[in-house]
């Protein structure tokens, strides 16, 4: 049971928008913490793709968004691309009891 | 080029021990926090430890601690993860990750990962 809630997969066809959940509580998001984004294409390392909620970083398409209110954060991909298909983690700061980093469960993104 | 090369993986038996490095190149390593982070076959990410730039901080996931430990050599721009009395659960990928601080505290430049078999 991941600390940050994230839906196991999420869909759409190519030229579409999908938006990627992630839930947390009041000792991480909720907190004030900043929510990160990492894609995992298949077989691959994870890569940063969203940072400090709303960031990308040089190189990310700005079909990539991101945002962050209250205890959630979400992810939005437009224009879907038949290469976005991977796993998406987000990834935030919990001080409940000990420090620790903490991910999502992760979302698998499938292009139709 | 930005580079985090890990090593050190395979198959080691329940109880044992393995040891784990990273090679960081093209970057002032002696400037980034760094991290392992591990993934169980067809699972999620989960953080491992951290340790501050200078060695001054480390830090563990809970379920870890007494078993693992972290250390860096910032002359020899090298990672390690010391890993004793390994179980079955240990088995996974780890990668090696730094925190250079440009991305916030996100987690930035990413190994290509070693995987560690844990069973008899």
């Known amino acids: 049971q991941s600390v940050l809630t994230q839906p196991p997969s999420v869909s759409g066809a190519p030229g579409q928008r999908v938006t990627i959940s992630c839930t947390g509580s009041?000792?991480?998001?909720?907190?004030?913490?900043?929510v990160h984004w990492y894609q995992q294409l298949p077989g691959t390392a994870p890569k940063l793709l969203i940072f400090?909620?709303?960031n990308r970083p040089s190189g990310v398409p700005d079909r990539f968004s991101g945002s962050k209110s209250g205890t959630s954060a979400s992810l939005a991909i437009t224009g879907l691309q038949a290469e976005d298909e991977a796993d998406y983690y987000c990834?935030?700061?919990?001080?409940?009891?000990?420090?620790?980093?903490?991910f999502g469960g992760g979302t698998k993104l499938t292009v139709l | 080029e930005v580079q985090l090369v890990e090593s050190g993986g395979g198959l080691v038996k329940p109880g044992g021990s393995l040891r784990l490095s990273c090679a960081a190149s093209?970057?002032?390593?002696?400037?980034?926090?760094m991290n392992w982070v591990r993934q169980a076959p067809g699972k999620g990410l989960e953080w491992v430890s951290s340790?501050?730039?200078?060695?001054?901080?480390?830090y563990y996931a809970e379920s870890l601690k007494g078993r693992f430990t972290i250390s860096r050599d910032n002359a020899k721009n090298s990672l390690n993860l010391q890993m004793n009395s390994l179980r079955a659960e240990d088995t996974a990928v780890y990668y090696c990750?730094?925190?250079?601080?440009?991305?916030?505290?996100?987690?930035?430049?990413w190994g290509q990962g070693t995987m560690v078999t844990v069973s008899s």
């Open positions: 400090g909620n709303t």
């Open positions: 990834q935030s700061y919990d001080n409940n009891l000990s420090v620790d980093w903490v």
């Open positions: 009041s000792s991480n998001i909720g907190a004030g913490y900043d």
């Open positions: 093209g970057f002032t390593f002696s400037d980034y926090n």
């Open positions: 340790i501050s730039s200078t060695s001054r901080y480390i």
């Open positions: 990750a730094s925190r250079s601080g440009y991305y916030g505290d996100a987690f930035d430049i």
